[in-house]
């Protein structure tokens, strides 16, 4: 099993910058890539960026390209996600999902472990 811890989440004002990062541990040889996903209150989970698990490839939602940006630690065992011109609409709970497949996918159901989430409240 896979287990996935958040850290960073917080208060920032619309147009700064903030960074989540998400620690992998327990079977993380059975990881080929990660993914960050969002909740807003009422909203569906969605997709943010992913990363294989090498750290090679990344991928964006059209919502966050050129403002977000995923990446990998392979000593630390860990996924950030660098934020910037945070807007007021990114202000979610926001997930690190792991699957084992090395492909990046956008959907939530591809992912087979998660974490327990962090709240990002970006203020206007």
């Known amino acids: 099993q896979v287990q996935l811890v958040e850290s960073g989440g917080g208060l920032v004002q619309a147009g700064g910058s903030l960074r989540v990062s998400c620690v992998a541990s327990g079977r993380t040889l059975d990881i080929g890539a990660m993914g960050w996903f969002r909740q807003a209150p009422g909203k569906e989970r969605e997709y943010v960026a992913a990363?294989?698990?090498?750290?090679?490839?990344?991928d964006y939602a059209d919502s966050v390209k050129g403002r977000f940006t995923i990446s990998r630690d392979n000593a630390k065992n860990t996924v950030d996600l660098q934020m910037t011109s945070l807007k007021s609409e990114d202000t979610a709970v926001y997930y690190c999902?792991?699957?084992?497949?090395?492909?990046?996918?956008?959907?939530?159901?591809?992912?087979?472990?998660w974490g327990q989430g962090t709240q990002v409240t970006v203020s206007s």
């Open positions: 999902a792991a699957r084992r497949l090395w492909t990046l996918h956008p959907s939530a159901n591809a992912y087979e472990s």
């Open positions: 990363i294989s698990w090498s750290g090679s490839r990344t």
